[in-house]
Structures are given as structure tokens and as C-alpha cells.
């Protein structure tokens, strides 16, 4: 509440709170919670919101984008196939035709797509990283979490917790989500019960299999992206991004359908 008598330092903090808080409480729960704002977990959060879930990122980093910024090698250039244009055309993002593939401005793509994502409706959380979930009766029920100031400075700080119908892991190569789900829950959804771990680069295959492998790991967990790859033992992929968005709109309309 504010009171005439304040300075705008005073008002500036009580806003600040006020409203950093109501947004925290409102999203306690909700239809999906993602981890990872890279490219993937943008994606679903876009054709999620837009089809009408509730749906909340967590990103560690306080900026969105994952490892799309940098393109290539820090050319801020990245491609994608013919089956990704249309939803680069979707989300504005300007391309050139070059042999076989599209080329766009990696810097654009991150703009475009965060700014679809939180104007259809997407909640992100930056600066939060999961460190655990929640696990009832093998489902994935929520996830555990904590500001990633705190996992920086190595302090001894309970986590705190947020419900969700479904969770995605989208934290690209390293699959923390699932990580963890296989070393507290003992199986995933995968030929051999665990992660089988990335392979080396091989762009056309990884490419196809980055979409194959997008579906639920565990009990309410779906893995996307390189997550999705790292999980099933598939190859990287280098700068191209179309696998990485067809599969967070494979992963939205999967979990839209049982919503
Ligand atoms: O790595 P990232 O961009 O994942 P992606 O969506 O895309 C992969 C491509 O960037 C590229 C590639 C294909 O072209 O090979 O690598 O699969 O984004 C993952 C995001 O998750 C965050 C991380 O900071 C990054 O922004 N992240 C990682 N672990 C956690 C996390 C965690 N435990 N909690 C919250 N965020």
C-alpha cells in the first residue's frame, strides 16, 4: 500500500516486492513448469501459452536464450531446415535462403521468440535454477527450487517448491532434470533405465531424432531439446536450431493433449 509520505526509494522498493511476490504467488501453481529458457523451452512455453495453459519457465541465468545468442562460434548466425521456416516465419524472425537451409540472425531469434512466448502469455522466472522435483506415486508433481544467487555463493539455503501438472526438462546438454529424476526415482522411460548420454556430432541425424526423442521420460516429465538427445544417446547438432524448435512444439501439442 503506499503512503504519501514515502520517498521513491521507499515506493520504489515496496513495488518492487509487492509485485515480485504476487507474481511468485500466482504461479505456485501451474498447467506446466519448464526448466530452461533456452530455444526448446521458449518454443513450448509460446504454443503452450498460446493454446491457453498456464505455463511457467525457470531459468538459472538471468537472461533468456540459452546457447542460441551466440550462433555459431560467436557468428551471430544460426540455420534451419525447410520443416522449422514456418515457425520462424510464426514468430517474425526474418531468414534468407541459402542452398538448402535458412539462415537468421541468432540475436533476432532470441528477441522474437521471448517476446512471443511472454506475450502469449508465458511466465518466466529468471535468475532460478531447479535443483530437485517433486515425485508422487512416479509422476513428477513440481519442481524444487532456488535463486541461483544462492547456488552460486554455495550457501546452505532450503529450496522452496511449485506445483505443476506436467514439467519439461529443457536444460539442453546437461538434462539436470532428468539427471536428477534418475538418481532419486532409479528409472527413466529409456532402453536402458537411465540416461544414455550425448553423442558425437552428426547435424542430419541429430536433427531428426531431437524431434523422436521429445516425449515423456518419466511419470509427467516430458524431455525436449538436447535434453531430449542427451536422455536417448543421440548425436549434437551444432548451430542449427529448427530440431530445437520443432521439438518444443512437438512437446506443447503432446502435453496439450492431456491437458
Ligand atoms: O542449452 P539450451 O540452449 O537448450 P536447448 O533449448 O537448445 C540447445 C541449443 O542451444 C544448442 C544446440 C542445438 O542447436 O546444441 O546447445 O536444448 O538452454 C538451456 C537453458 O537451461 C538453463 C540454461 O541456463 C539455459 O538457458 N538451465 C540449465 N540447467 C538449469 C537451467 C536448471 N537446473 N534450472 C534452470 N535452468
Redesign the pocket.
Known sequence: MTKESDSMEIETTRLIVEEGISDFLENLTVDVAI?????????AAKYLAENGAKVAI????L??????WAGGMLFPR?VVEDDAKPILDDLGIKSKKRGNLWVANSVESVVKLASKAIDCGAKIFNS????DVMIRENRVTGFV?NW?AVEIANLHVDPLTIGSKFAID?????A??CSVVQRKAGKLNTPSGGIEGERSMWAEKSEKL?VKNTKEVYGGLYA?????NAVFGAP??????G??FL??KKAAELILDRL
Request: aromatic fraction near 4%.
Open positions: 526448466a530452461g529458457a533456452g530455444p526448446s523451452g521458449l518454443v525457470f531459468e538459472r541465468k537472461s533468456v536464450g540459452g546457447g542460441m544460426i532460478i535454477g531447479i535443483e527450487l541461483s529443457a536444460t539442453g546438454h546437461a539436470e532434470v531431437v525436449m531439446g538436447m535434453a531430449a549434437r547438432m551444432g548451430p542449427i536450431f530440431g530445437m521439438s518444443g
